[in-house]
């Protein structure tokens, strides 16, 4: 299972959504990161595998910080650390 966490300016907690195969998060970074360098203000809405009910809608320059990391057997609940693709 990967993990797409998204950071919000001024929100301290993040936001997730979950994605079964690395293709698919792959995929998903990719449409965060274009909505991030976009101009002009949308709507990005993400919905989570694990929890198909589980459902986000975020303004994209409202993003400050995307991460993506992969959840593994003896990670436990903590977070996974990575690298931070920044918005400019």
Do not use: W
């Amino acid at each position: 299972m990967f993990t797409i966490d998204l950071t919000l300016k001024n929100t301290p907690v993040p936001l997730s959504v979950q994605r079964k195969s690395a293709e698919d998060a792959q995929a998903t970074y990719q449409e965060i990161l274009k909505a991030m360098r976009s101009e002009s203000p949308q709507i990005l809405e993400l919905q989570c595998d694990h929890q198909p009910e589980k459902k986000i809608g975020v303004l994209n320059t409202q993003i400050g910080a995307v991460m993506i990391s992969q959840k593994s057997g003896a990670a436990g609940a903590g977070r996974t650390p990575g690298f931070f693709a920044l918005a400019e």
